[in-house]
């Protein structure tokens, strides 16, 4: 099925007119999507500064627990 496709493509990409802007067409749809994903990014900026940062609670249970004292830096 892949091959179909991918034989269409070639079949209609050597048919067009236009095939010398191609790499423009797509280095545009790469960067539109590379701008959509800073957008992403910059939208969850702020997500880690809504709450105050609290100290971890004790867990007994957690495999490497610091259980010696050492947790002031």
Same mark, same amino acid.
């Given at each position: 099925? !892949?091959?179909? =496709? ?6 209609? /990409?050597?048919?067009? +007119? ?18 959509? !994903?800073?957008? =992403? ?6 997500? /880690?500064?809504?709450? +105050? ?21």
């Amino acid at each position: 099925m !892949l091959t179909q =496709v991918l034989g269409t493509v070639l079949a209609s /990409g050597a048919e067009a +007119e236009g095939a010398s802007n191609m790499p423009y067409i797509i280095g545009g749809g790469i960067f539109a999507f590379f701008l959509l !994903l800073l957008f =992403v990014c910059v939208s969850f900026t702020n997500v /880690g500064n809504r709450h +105050e940062a609290h100290a971890e609670v004790e867990d007994s249970h957690k495999q490497f627990s610091n259980k010696h004292g050492h947790d002031n830096h």
